[in-house]
């Protein structure tokens, strides 16, 4: 199976910008199906981003975040070619994780 | 001749007061049969509306409780619906070139 | 005086009678190319800063924050993931070996442009979608349902792999051709539903208008993008979702994905943007 996860890292001098996307059905369990039964809750809960053992962006999500969702942000330290670990939880205990290099 | 009378009055208020209180399994028939028809017709036309069968399914709910007031005036409603369906894939036939890019 | 008057005035009738013959034959008989001349015309003339390419990408080229959002968005599309699938799904072979490919002209590659097509042997419009299910049947596998995620994975593979080639709708010397697109016109214009609309009311009325919180299509190019994400439906649609969901939102009965009205409605839509590129597959708000 393919990652859940798409990552672009780029290094712009000292800033990297970092991009993903995660693939996730985030309900919220507030909503019915077709037959009009509830769709149990199923969202990620943390999201993580590591670069070298250290967490430069953490995410504590819950059932308000949309579905497949999308994340921008950008931090200082990192050089091209190094190593970028995301990682997801839910609340079901579900992971996945990925490496991305930052280009 | 007063006691006539006075039945007279009383057998016409019966007779106006029980078709508007009181409709009968048979007036839900008749009303959900030409609402059906109608509806069918549109279907021919390729253009029924969402709203004439949540009205036919409204009506079948109410009858279905034994509310024959109800059943009756939701046929009536998707009749009328039906009915104007109708007159607009009808008159369209021509009606849309009104619009048309040339 | 008198004479240039009579001159001028004999010449005029010419003209008019001129001008009275030519319509009567063109009002008869369906002129798709000057339809198409005189459709694209209409929306360049109402969106003369817009090039021709920029009606392939919708509402995005109606609206400037849209826009930037939708720049921002491209970076990282939300179909990206219906598209790996897709292409994931077309490399896949059946239970019997082939594969999608095996059903298509250049196996299926750089193709999106050129459906749907009119089948002279059939005597019916073939869209892409019916293709493909037909192509699963012949293989032995149960067709997808049209509007959800596997078919609009399949779609959106293979607009992208068309991406950038312009619209190529061919309609053959062949009447009941001719019949198709003009029924497709019909469909287009005719109001229906409680609501009373025709897609024209939206899309050719009132193109870069809100619609409660949405901004409007032009019908040029509309179908350029198909499939879409759209963020509304949290998920993929062809274009039978469009169609049916379009129906149902003025309040008619939509009819069945596929069925002929909605192949010949998509066969004139389509031969209406010829020229214009494939630019699916699309996000939309």
Request: aromatic share 10%; with cysteine.
């Amino acid at each position: 199976m393919t990652s859940t996860i798409r990552v672009r890292a780029t290094s712009n001098g000292d800033i990297t910008e970092v991009q993903a996307l995660v693939q996730h059905p985030m309900d919220s369990g507030f909503v019915k199906d077709a037959k009009g039964e509830i769709i149990p809750p199923h969202f990620i809960q943390q999201l993580t981003f590591e670069y070298d053992g250290k967490a430069v962006f953490v995410a504590d999500w819950g059932a308000a975040v949309s579905k497949d969702p999308y994340v921008k942000f950008s931090f200082k330290g990192a050089k091209k070619g190094d190593d970028l670990k995301i990682g997801w939880v839910d609340n079901k205990g579900a992971t996945d994780t990925t490496t991305a290099k930052i280009q | 001749m007063k006691h006539s009378v006075r039945n007279l009055i009383a057998a016409g208020l019966i007779a106006g007061a029980t078709p508007a209180c009181a409709a009968s399994e048979a007036d839900f028939k008749t009303a959900y049969a030409a609402a059906e028809a109608a509806e069918k017709e549109a279907g021919a036309l390729r253009n029924q509306w969402t709203t004439t069968e949540a009205a036919l399914t409204a009506a079948k709910k109410a009858a279905e409780a034994g509310q024959f007031d109800q059943a009756v005036a939701s046929s009536k409603e998707a009749e009328a619906l039906a009915k104007a369906s109708i007159f607009q894939a009808t008159s369209e036939k021509q009606r849309w070139k009104d619009l048309e890019i040339r | 005086m008198i004479m240039r008057l009579a001159i001028s005035f004999v010449s005029a009738a010419l003209v008019l009678a001129a001008l009275a013959a030519q319509p009567a034959i063109a009002a008869d008989t369906p002129n798709p190319v000057a339809d198409a001349k005189a459709f694209q015309k209409f929306f360049t003339n109402k969106f003369p800063q817009l090039k021709p390419e920029d009606f392939a990408n919708g509402p995005y080229s109606m609206n400037e924050d849209l826009h930037r959002q939708w720049e921002e968005k491209e970076q990282f599309p939300p179909y990206e993931f219906a598209l790996e699938t897709g292409k994931q799904m077309f490399a896949t072979p059946f239970k019997n070996g082939k594969t999608y490919g095996d059903c298509f002209p250049n196996q299926g590659i750089g193709i999106r442009q050129d459906y749907p097509y009119f089948d002279e042997r059939e005597g019916k419009v073939i869209t892409l979608e019916l293709a493909l299910n037909r192509c699963r049947e012949a293989n032995g596998e149960l067709p997808f349902s049209y509007v959800k995620d596997e078919m609009a994975s399949l779609t959106a593979y293979m607009a992208f792999t068309s991406r950038g080639k312009p619209f190529d709708i061919k309609i053959p010397d062949d009447p009941r051709a001719l019949e198709a697109y003009q029924k497709g016109k019909e469909y287009f214009y005719t109001r229906r539903g409680q609501l009373n609309f025709s897609c024209a009311t939206c899309h050719v009325q009132e193109p870069g208008e809100r619609i409660r919180a949405e901004i409007l299509a032009p019908a040029l190019g509309i179908l350029n993008a198909m499939p879409i994400y759209r963020s509304e439906w949290s998920g993929m649609g062809t274009i039978s979702r469009r169609f049916t969901t379009c129906n149902s939102q003025i309040r008619g009965v939509p009819l069945s994905p596929q069925d002929e009205e909605y192949r010949d409605l998509e066969y004139y839509l389509s031969y209406v943007s010829n020229g214009l590129p494939i630019s699916g597959p699309g996000a939309r708000p």
